[in-house]
């Protein structure tokens, strides 16, 4: 889970490098690794543990605002997982980034020189105008990155709530979180490997099945 | 210890001036020519000109068309661009869109009149295609030379069109670099 956050920060910063660059062929790979994670992410969010299932964390606008509430309160307890705030952050950027790799898949420039994997099954106009959404898409990525880091900077500074080295290290003080001593409950090895056998298996169709045509 | 820190310096001082290069230059202001009577273009700097045409009459619409026939380029090409993914290329459509490309290639020497420019509407074309134009021809003659292998290859066999369209592509690339302007075409 850690791992694919830090992975997916690492491809979003080459996938925006290597388009910058015109390094076509490496934003090619960089975009289908992420298309990888985000299916995993996608089958994490149901059979993951429960911090990571989106039924435990989305919640009603109700619990949000009561949340938002008792964030400004002195004796705040970080939550256990996501807070419910976070919890839309999450959502929107997961949301971004599906819609941005799925722009991506079909795109091809004005020239007919750079493609996604799955051009060939859509028009040229279809294509450009993918191509030209997939560029203006990023930036609303880039907003909504931007709020959470700068969600992250107010929970360090304002709430003295470091919430980057449980990310890292994937373990805070239990006094200090509302939630079960015990922490995350362990997820069977066998769930994980077909979370990513599936992602393996949707960049494989996406990169193979073109070539059958 | 000196040493040191002056490459230090030194390779620092690199860094960025390589990163000042890659800085995208402002963008040139584009005059937004009116539709009827366009203003009188303003002569590009003549010596560097080996032009090719007389300034159209019209340039906005000179220009138009020029942009259209781009348009019908790249969907050409990416005719050629999906089909070398696939397995088993179509290879009439490649032959049909390798003939079509390379008939542009064949005509675009008498796209870039004098007064076709940024100084006479929207366009991406740069006003250094007016002022480096031998290098411009010479990024031509390399498209053409290309696009007739392609077409040959085309005709051929599959293999042959993969192996050609990159190379083709890559003298579309080398002049775009250096005279296209970027993303005004949306």
Redesign the interface.
């Known amino acids: 889970m850690r791992l694919v956050h830090w992975l997916l920060v690492f491809l979003i910063a080459a996938s925006w490098w290597t388009a910058e660059e015109g390094e076509m062929q490496w934003h090619y790979w960089s975009g289908l690794t992420i298309v990888g994670l985000l299916v995993f992410r996608i089958y994490w969010g149901f059979a993951g543990p429960e911090t990571a299932r989106f039924a435990n964390f989305i919640r009603s606008p109700g619990t949000v605002l009561s949340y938002t509430g008792k964030l400004f309160k002195p004796d705040y307890r970080a939550a256990f997982g996501h807070n419910p705030l976070g919890a839309l952050s999450v959502i929107a950027i997961l949301l971004a980034l599906i819609a941005q790799v799925g722009l991506g898949l079909f795109a ?8 996604g ?1 799955l ?2 099954y859509v028009s ?1 106009e279809f ?2 105008d993918a191509g ?1 959404l997939h ?1 203006d898409a990023w930036n609303i990525l880039l907003i909504l990155i931007g709020l959470h880091i700068a969600a992250i900077v107010f929970y360090l500074i304002v709430k003295r709530i470091n919430l980057i080295t449980p990310m890292i290290t994937g373990s805070r003080k239990a006094h200090a979180v509302e939630g079960p001593p015990s922490g995350i409950a362990p997820v069977p090895l066998w769930r994980f490997l077909i979370g990513v056998a599936l992602a393996a298996l949707v960049v494989f169709l996406i990169v193979w099945l ?4 | 210890m000196k040493i040191k820190l002056f490459a230090a310096t030194a390779v620092l001082a690199l860094g960025l001036a390589a990163c000042g290069g890659e800085t995208p230059a402002p963008e040139t202001p584009v005059a937004e020519a009116p539709a009827e009577a366009p203003p009188p273009a303003a002569e590009p700097a003549p010596a560097a000109t080996a032009s090719i045409g007389e300034t159209p009459a019209d340039p906005v619409a000179f220009m138009k068309t020029r942009h259209e026939n781009y348009e019908d380029l790249g969907k050409n090409f990416k005719v050629l661009l999906d089909n070398s993914k696939l397995g088993s290329p179509d290879m009439a459509a490649v032959s049909a869109a390798a003939n079509k490309v390379n008939d542009y290639a064949k005509q675009m020497g008498t796209w870039f009149p004098p007064g076709t420019g940024p100084e006479a509407g929207k366009t991406e074309a740069k006003a250094n295609i007016w002022t480096e134009r031998a290098d411009f021809d010479a990024k031509l003659v390399n498209l053409q030379t290309e696009a007739g292998k392609l077409v040959t290859a085309a005709g051929t066999d599959a293999a042959a069109f993969k192996g050609q369209f990159g190379a083709t592509g890559g003298t579309c690339k080398a002049c775009h670099d250096k005279f296209r302007e970027e993303d005004k075409d949306k």
């Open positions: 091809s420039d004005t020239d007919g020189l750079e493609s994997p051009s060939p040229y294509s450009k030209n560029e073109p070539t059958t045509r």
